[in-house]
């Protein structure tokens, strides 16, 4: 191993993919492949979460500020629930996330801060946990009343 993961991790992954289709599976650097193979898994999640805050700032925008929407915030739900039923679909074992109540709890006070940035709603005003069913969020056509 001639690169160090901690001063060049981009040089450190090239060169153990080379050591991996050489077959030099003694040369791995297999604590921080390791690493890296577990850190895929949380980015994925980390975008599913960061979509899902923007998909649930816009139907909290809808729902509490309803003469101000436009086609534009239909259009960013649109956009934003494509995005996470295709990250699911790609990744199936994200699924379960939309079931777990603290990962939900915590996509929803991303999406209350948002709100309260973009639009001055005070995060107070808004329910304390996301009022709708994740199978709603996701459905197509559904938008909160």
């Not at 086609?71 to 996330?97: D, F, G, H, N, Y």
């Not at 304390?128 to 969020?137: K, T």
Request: hydrophobic share 45%.
């Amino acid at each position: 191993m001639i690169t160090n993961y901690e001063t060049d991790v981009v040089a450190w992954a090239n060169e153990q993919a080379s050591l991996i289709r050489a077959g030099r599976f003694d040369q791995l650097d297999l604590k921080h492949i390791a690493e890296e193979i577990e850190d895929v898994g949380k980015s994925e999640q980390r975008e599913l979460a960061s979509r899902m805050s923007v998909l649930l700032m816009h139907l909290i925008k809808w729902q509490f500020q309803a003469q101000k929407r436009s086609v534009s915030w239909k259009l960013t739900i649109k956009e934003q629930r494509r995005l996470c039923v295709r990250r699911i679909q790609k990744t199936p074992s994200l699924a379960p996330l939309l079931t777990d109540a603290e990962w939900i709890d915590d996509v929803w006070i991303d999406a209350k801060a948002i709100a309260e940035k973009e639009t001055g709603i005070d995060q107070g005003t808004l329910p304390e946990v996301c009022p709708w069913a994740m199978a709603d969020v996701l459905t197509e056509a559904w938008l909160p009343a």
